[in-house]
């Protein structure tokens, strides 16, 4: 029998990590097995690949949080679809505790009285259940909880249902534009003097739940009634649907369609403390939480305070610099605090200067409206228009990379026309300042083959070799697909190197190590791609290939011209991946960049 796919899922496995948590907080086991499966199913709800792929590539303990113990329940688990240690643990509570402990405030001793005081035995009505025992007054009966808890469980459930219907998490682009219009709303108040994202949006990962803003009052503006104005003000927000809550310093609202948008204000002197501590990701939060601890001192949102000293002032920061720096540690940038080693290298200030947009020099892929009877979609702007657009931008050099002509009613004879012929007409173009390539993405056929006859090849300085159908081959044929096609002469980028859409179809799996061993040896750059649905490579596999030695290409993959903006999100997912400006190989000048793409053999 097949095994469902979905429990591998992320969220299925933080979901049971959790769950054993819970279960050996009611039955008493000893605390720091409880933080162990806490801080692992943390870890496993924040990775942006899925860690059953993590496994196959034999680097789960790679990830911070899971150790030998877990690890080797985990690895059962994928093997199998099943755990021996999980579900003996497991058993021991009704799954309906499980099951109420998704709603707010409900935590497992709570949930578990709930569930035996008011026989809660079904978990597919248990929420519902709940729901009917509260409104007949049967919570407030009971013992320990009374009217108050009652009242608050039925908003929590109100809430449970309003969060079952939002929006899971959405791709990285789409959260960053919902949260640079709020910006820019916030910013016409006088009081107003600076506003940032925080959480994992500022760490710009690849897919973000809620959206949290933070403000910085101006120092002349400070006071609980001038706080309390901006607060009034963003609940207006034009795109409100809902106001979740509303106090002095602290709102939440619901923007179209369900999203929710979490605001703090704070004042100047410790504006850098409130961004160290909403920023990173909890397993960086711990880490530099249990760093500081080793110094005697405790960190929170408004500063560092020394605990041997009973009289010692707290030390506030308006800048997060200020703050690493106060606890002997280089500035660590916040798409890196994810709890991997960035704390041991700030100690000895080894963490990388990580590349930035203004160090692209030119964008590899690039699609145009030019018609040479392409696989895929056209772009909407001419060749003329897109190196126009590119001196805008201060780019040095572009590459047309249109699809290849459609090999469906074609003879071969015909398709290597519209080669010589497309060469012909952007040969034509005056190179300006911002000088071109002529390039093509071509389909990575399902045996690897190129879908391009090999005599057309010389109508092209580059070929980007992309796939574009048949997702699901095993690891084994999709590598040996992938490795075929790069082979070919003129291949110089592996485009968009997972397939994947967020949201809507996971990558295809490789031999990542004999990938990127390849790649390395043949001069191929892999992509980084920046269209806003892939972000792809992903930033843990970008990291893996820095190890390997590899080059990366950021390209925005644009099909119109003020897509080219795109790059911004692909230069993202490399300062994720760690990337310099030296592992990316379109920060390179234009005479440099043409002796590494244009192939002489």
């Known amino acids: 029998m097949a095994v469902d796919q979905s429990k591998f899922s992320n969220k299925e496995i933080a979901q049971i990590l959790r769950n054993i948590a819970a279960t050996y907080v009611l039955t008493g086991v000893n605390r720091f097995r409880i933080i162990a499966y806490e801080k692992a199913a943390d870890a496993v709800e924040h990775l942006t690949r899925e860690l059953k792929d993590i496994w196959q590539d034999g680097k789960l303990y790679e990830i911070p949080g899971i150790g030998g113990s877990i690890g080797s329940h985990l690895e059962e688990y994928f093997k199998t679809g099943r755990s021996k240690h999980f579900n003996s643990i497991l058993k021991q509570l009704p799954t309906s505790v499980f099951v109420l402990m998704n709603v707010s405030g409900i935590g497992p001793k709570k949930a578990f009285k709930l569930v035996k005081d008011l026989h ?96 910085q009052v ?120 994810e709890g991997t080693n960035e704390i041991e290298l700030a100690k000895i200030q080894k963490i990388p200067k990580l590349i930035e947009t203004k160090e692209i020099k030119g964008d590899l892929h690039i699609h145009s409206s030019y018609d040479l009877k392409p696989s895929h979609d056209f772009g909407k702007n001419s060749y003329r228009e897109v190196l126009d657009y590119a001196e805008k931008l201060k780019y040095e050099y572009v590459g047309f990379a249109d699809h290849n002509p459609k090999t469906s009613g074609m003879s071969e004879k015909k398709i ?74 003129k291949v110089k980028i592996l485009g968009h190197p997972t397939g994947r859409l967020l949201g809507k179809r996971e990558g295809y799996e490789l031999d990542w190590n004999l990938l990127f061993e390849i790649c390395t040896k043949k001069n191929i750059a892999v992509e980084i791609n920046s269209w806003p649905e892939r972000l792809d490579l992903s930033d843990t596999l970008v990291r893996d290939g820095l190890k390997n030695g590899v080059k990366f290409v950021i390209n925005s993959d644009a099909h119109a011209n003020d897509q080219m903006g795109n790059m911004f999100y692909g230069v993202s997912v490399a300062r994720r991946g760690w990337c310099q400006k030296s592992d990316i190989i379109n920060t390179l000048p234009y005479q440099k960049f043409k002796e590494w793409i244009i192939d002489k053999s």
């Open 416 to 489: 290597i026309e519209i080669m010589k012929r497309r060469q012909q007409e952007i040969k034509k173009l005056e190179n300006k300042e911002t000088k071109f390539f002529i390039g093509l993405e071509t389909d990575i056929l399902p045996d690897g083959r190129l879908a391009l006859p090999e005599r057309a090849i010389m109508y092209v300085d580059y070929l980007i070799v992309s796939v574009h159908s048949v997702f699901h081959l095993d690891t084994k044929t999709m590598t040996k697909r992938v490795l075929r096609a790069l082979q070919y002469p």
């Open 120 to 215: 809660l035995t079904s978990p597919s009505s248990a929420v519902a259940d709940l729901k009917k025992a509260a409104q007949e007054g049967k919570i407030a009966e009971l013992e320990t909880f009374g009217d108050k808890s009652q009242k608050e469980i039925l908003d929590s459930i109100s809430m449970f249902k309003e969060k079952s219907q939002r929006v899971e998490r959405m791709p990285l682009p789409y959260a960053f534009e919902q949260a640079e219009e709020i910006k820019k709303y916030l910013l016409q108040l006088p009081a107003v003097k600076r506003v940032d994202a925080l959480g994992s949006l500022r760490r710009m990962v690849a897919t973000i739940g809620d959206i949290d803003i933070a403000i």
């Open 218 to 337: 101006k120092s002349y503006e400070l006071g609980v009634k001038r706080e309390k104005e901006i607060v009034d003000y963003f609940v207006k927000y034009p795109k409100a649907i809902k106001v979740d809550n509303a106090g002095d310093r602290k709102a939440s609202i619901i923007i179209s369609p369900n999203i929710r948008v979490d605001l703090r204000v704070q004042d100047a002197k410790s504006y850098g403390s409130m961004l160290q501590y909403f920023t990173g990701s909890k397993a960086h939060n711990i880490n530099l939480r249990e760093f500081a601890l080793h110094k005697d001192l405790s960190l929170n949102e408004y500063g560092i305070k020394n605990l041997k000293s009973q009289n010692s002032n707290l030390h506030t920061f308006n800048t997060e610099e200020k703050f690493y720096h106060f606890l002997g540690l280089q500035y660590i940038p916040p798409e890196i605090r």
